[in-house]
């Protein structure tokens, strides 16, 4: 039997979602309760790796189990209480044995959120901008994201992956309160991209280069064009979205 696992969780103390050698990870405490609670060996699988310290407001996971699970409700609550106070679900759902909780998404959505004001409840969950950066410059540039389907320039190097096209549906900064957000929705995205995506809008916010120097960096695809990769903890992942046929 198949099941979706809709969770969320602050990546501050996770080395991503993934799990890897020697360090904490998402996926391997989700697997660790899930197989203590469900007394069989459960591998989870996610919708996509995060990197150290980013958040996740929602993800989708998918796990598979010998036996029907009698009450999904109760197990979510039982999972909750057994997790750290970082890693909350939402819900358990059955789904059918097609669904994947990573190929099988239609799209991922992701924030980058920043302050411009020492605001200690935003501390570690939002960068602090220093310095003059103008955000209608850094929309023009978000809107040439749409000219292209190649981002190798905001790809982390020796990557191994079969392509590294990708077809961005939104990219915009907005005002929210106190903060600026960088809302960016794709079919995929490459590993290390918003982060980068997003020093790069910030040269082209503070003057550093120019829009035509920002096209000309995805059109050299070469990482060591492109900005600085922004830090994690202000990168979130908002939402992945499913044909309506898995009903999540």
């Not at 909750?80 to 097609?98: G, H, P």
């Not at 020093?199 to 070469?222: A, H, P, W, Y």
Request: proline content about 2%; glycine content about 4%.
């Amino acid at each position: 039997m198949r099941y979706a696992l809709i969770l969320s969780y602050n990546g501050a103390r996770f080395h991503g979602w993934q799990i890897q050698p020697n360090a904490v990870s998402v996926q391997a405490e989700s697997e660790h309760a899930l197989s203590l609670l469900l007394h069989e060996n459960v591998s989870v699988m996610g919708a996509g790796r995060t990197d150290t310290g980013v958040h996740a407001e929602y993800f989708v996971a998918h796990f598979d189990v010998q036996n029907p699970i009698a009450d999904t409700e109760k197990l979510a609550s039982r999972l909750n209480r057994f997790l750290a106070q970082d890693i909350a679900i939402q819900k358990i759902i059955q789904v059918s044995d097609d669904f994947h909780a990573r190929f099988s998404a239609s799209s991922r959505t992701y924030e980058y959120r920043v302050h411009k004001q020492k605001n200690p409840f935003l501390h570690e969950l939002s960068m602090l901008l220093v310095g003059n950066f103008n955000f209608e410059k850094m929309n023009q540039a978000a809107k040439i994201l749409f000219d292209y389907q190649d981002f190798t320039s905001f790809s982390k190097l020796h990557t191994v992956v079969k392509t590294n096209n990708c077809k961005i549906m939104h990219a915009e900064w907005t005002q929210r309160g106190a903060q600026y957000i960088f809302t960016i929705k794709a079919d995929r995205f490459l590993r290390n991209m918003v982060r980068a995506v997003v020093g790069t809008l910030f040269d082209v916010g503070t003057g550093k280069i120019s829009m035509s120097d920002f096209r000309q960096i995805i059109e050299q695809k070469n990482r060591c064009s492109a900005g600085a990769s922004v830090p994690g903890y202000a990168l979130y992942l908002t939402d992945i979205t499913y044909p309506e046929e898995f009903k999540l």
